[in-house]
């Protein structure tokens, strides 16, 4: 059995400015587990940087607040009980655009590492804040 407590977990920083909890991941709770899940924050009025994953997919889970998505060159409002999927390679990030925190979870498969994000730089953004990715 593999089981975590919230408040023994100590958050950091990732590569794309979020701030998380590695809630369940192989390097730290057992290596039988083949996928990750994290607690994901970003403060009101911020946004994480934009990035893509080209070896695992993603599932974002928002838990509470709300913000605006992108992925690919979509751009859409999410809310807590929303849910995304995000495949390998996909560009994507998000801005909260709320007064609270932006809470969500986000599972990775395979699990979570820094190494296996690519940060997009500069994020390219056209009159209206919408990035352009093409």
Same mark, same amino acid.
């Given at each position: 059995?593999?089981?975590?407590?919230?408040?023994?977990i =100590?958050?950091?920083t /990732?590569?794309?400015? +979020? /701030?998380i909890?590695e809630? *369940?991941h @192989?390097s730290? !709770?057992?290596a =039988? *587990?083949?996928m +990750?899940l $994290?607690e %994901?924050?970003?403060s009101p009025?911020?946004e /994480?940087t934009?990035h893509r !994953? #080209?070896h695992?997919?993603?599932?974002?889970?928002f838990?509470?607040? =709300?913000?605006?998505m992108? *992925?690919? &060159? %979509?751009?859409? !409002?999410? $809310?807590?009980?929303?849910s995304v999927?995000? #495949? $390998?390679? +996909? @560009?994507? &990030?998000?801005?909260n655009t $709320?007064a609270? @925190?932006l809470?969500?979870l986000c599972?990775c498969? @395979? #699990?979570?590492?820094?190494d296996? /994000? =690519? *940060?997009?730089e500069p994020?390219q953004?056209? +009159?209206?804040g919408i990035? &352009?990715?093409s």
């Amino acid at each position: 059995m593999i089981k975590t407590e919230y408040e023994k977990i =100590e958050p950091y920083t /990732t590569k794309d400015g +979020s /701030t998380i909890r590695e809630l *369940l991941h @192989p390097s730290k !709770h057992g290596a =039988e *587990l083949r996928m +990750s899940l $994290a607690e %994901a924050r970003v403060s009101p009025g911020k946004e /994480t940087t934009l990035h893509r !994953h #080209p070896h695992f997919q993603e599932i974002y889970h928002f838990l509470e607040g =709300e913000g605006e998505m992108c *992925l690919g &060159n %979509a751009r859409f !409002h999410v $809310a807590t009980g929303d849910s995304v999927f995000i #495949p $390998a390679g +996909s @560009p994507h &990030n998000v801005r909260n655009t $709320a007064a609270i @925190p932006l809470r969500f979870l986000c599972c990775c498969s @395979p #699990p979570y590492t820094h190494d296996g /994000t =690519e *940060l997009i730089e500069p994020m390219q953004k056209d +009159s209206h804040g919408i990035h &352009n990715l093409s």
